[in-house]
């Protein structure tokens, strides 16, 4: 079975500080995907990796796709309010007949 | 254009009945997928489907679910009997040509089992 492990599980900063997410597992995947989902809605796309060592920019967040396409990163700088919610990764695996969820991030972004 | 629509929103029953969740995808998108969500299993995958047939259903828990897809426009997922443990969120979900592709999601039907 195919896990995609996302650490830290939760995370409580203060707005303006800079964070990490982390997204592992011991497969490859051919893509990878970032969703946010708020509080009583469905997850809504952030980005789509499909590159090993690929960089994507979405104003303050940046995400960064492993080179052996196994793992990925989500970084937020300068943090804000808008910003909380559940950060989620999913990943596709090769042959594109698989798709996984990771466990998940919860970050609480306080003025 | 309406986003991913399912009903119903809440949905409380007693264990042991049948309970029934329904899902219209956005139209002209070919894959539609059920998931379900809990704090402690966080969003698992239960089955997806690709132009009405299913293709992946190793994450549907046990027989007593079933999801069908009887045209491009309807999906029903079904628990017969439900158990208190299969109090979660149900999200459905679809997506047009491919698993790598956007899937936007409906907003859920919170399923309490008493």
Same mark, same amino acid.
């Given at each position: 079975?195919?896990?995609?492990?996302?650490?830290?599980?939760?995370?409580?900063?203060?707005?303006?500080?800079?964070?990490?997410?982390?997204?592992?597992?011991?497969?490859?995947?051919?893509?990878?995907?970032?969703?946010?989902?708020?509080?009583?809605?469905?997850?809504?796309?952030?980005?789509?990796?499909?590159?090993?060592?690929?960089?994507?920019?979405?104003?303050?967040?940046?995400?960064?796709?492993?080179?052996?396409?196994?793992?990925?990163?989500?970084?937020?700088?300068?943090?804000?309010?808008?910003?909380?919610?559940?950060?989620?990764?999913?990943?596709?695996?090769?042959?594109?007949?698989?798709?996984?969820?990771?466990?998940?991030?919860?970050?609480?972004?306080?003025? | 254009? #309406?986003?991913?629509?399912?009903?119903?929103?809440?949905?409380?029953?007693?264990?042991?009945?049948?309970?029934?969740?329904?899902?219209?995808?956005?139209?002209?998108?070919?894959?539609?997928?059920?998931?379900?969500?809990?704090?402690?299993?966080?969003?698992?995958?239960?089955?997806?489907?690709?132009?009405?047939?299913?293709?992946?259903?190793?994450?549907?828990?046990?027989?007593?679910?079933?999801?069908?897809?009887?045209?491009?426009?309807?999906?029903?997922?079904?628990?017969?009997?439900?158990?208190?443990?299969?109090? #979660?969120?149900?999200?459905?979900?679809?997506?047009? #040509?491919?698993? #790598?592709?956007?899937?936007?999601?409906?907003?859920?039907?919170?399923?309490?089992?008493?």
């Amino acid at each position: 079975t195919q896990l995609l492990e996302q650490s830290p599980q939760f995370l409580s900063i203060q707005e303006g500080e800079n964070l990490t997410v982390y997204c592992n597992s011991s497969s490859v995947f051919s893509s990878l995907q970032w969703y946010r989902q708020e509080p009583g809605e469905g997850p809504v796309l952030l980005v789509t990796v499909v590159t090993g060592g690929e960089v994507k920019k979405l104003k303050r967040l940046t995400f960064q796709f492993g080179d052996a396409r196994k793992d990925s990163s989500l970084h937020i700088t300068a943090a804000q309010p808008g910003d909380t919610g559940l950060y989620l990764c999913a990943g596709v695996s090769e042959g594109f007949q698989k798709l996984v969820f990771g466990t998940g991030t919860r970050l609480l972004v306080s003025p | 254009d #309406a986003g991913v629509i399912q009903s119903p929103r809440h949905e409380v029953t007693e264990m042991g009945q049948e309970v029934t969740l329904r899902c219209k995808p956005i139209s002209g998108h070919d894959y539609l997928f059920w998931y379900r969500q809990t704090m402690m299993r966080g969003l698992e995958l239960l089955i997806y489907f690709n132009n009405n047939v299913p293709i992946d259903d190793s994450g549907m828990p046990e027989d007593r679910f079933s999801a069908k897809m009887p045209n491009a426009s309807f999906s029903t997922l079904k628990i017969q009997p439900s158990e208190p443990r299969d109090s #979660a969120v149900y999200f459905c979900a679809s997506s047009f #040509a491919g698993l #790598a592709n956007e899937q936007f999601f409906g907003p859920g039907t919170r399923l309490t089992v008493l």
